[in-house]
Nanobody, 125 residues
Framework: VQLQASGGGLVQAGDSLRLSCAAS????????MGWFRQAPGKERGFVAA????????YYADSVKGRFTISRDNAKKTVHLQMNSLKPEDTATYYC???????????????????WGEGTQVTVSS
């Protein structure tokens, strides 16, 4: 199984970025997908999640209204559109796949089965 995240970069506050995560080696439609982030010295934290069909999405309060998660099951890809970026959004962003008890545990990194390598997002003020 491989989850390849891409799209990170260095941007200014207020700019936008679109992260993508391409999955291979798994039956993508059977997995719920999540995005997490980790800043230096901090724990990995929940950002957003989407269920297998794309009809249910969930967000951390800190990104609600600015970030949008979506998925394309035909292309086995999940995206994270990030608008109005802030310096506090600076982190390494990871995508993850989960097949288990998603609806009550989507924000818990421990429930995810597979993780990508991460892509760095840096937002300057």
């Amino acid at each position: 199984v491989q989850l390849q995240a891409s799209g990170g970069g260095l941007v200014q506050a207020g700019d936008s970025l679109r992260l993508s995560c391409a999955a291979s080696g798994l039956s993508f439609v059977n997995y719920h997908m999540g995005w997490f982030r980790q800043a230096p010295g901090k724990e990995r934290g929940f950002v957003a999640a989407v269920n297998w069909g794309g009809g249910n999405t969930y967000y951390a309060d800190s990104v609600k209204g600015r970030f949008t998660i979506s998925r394309d099951n035909a292309k086995k890809t999940v995206h994270l559109q990030m608008n109005s970026l802030k310096p506090e959004d600076t982190a390494t962003y990871y995508c993850a796949a989960e097949r288990g008890p998603f609806y009550y545990h989507y924000s818990d990194p421990g429930t995810y089965d597979y993780w990508g390598e991460g892509t760095q997002v840096t937002v300057s003020s």
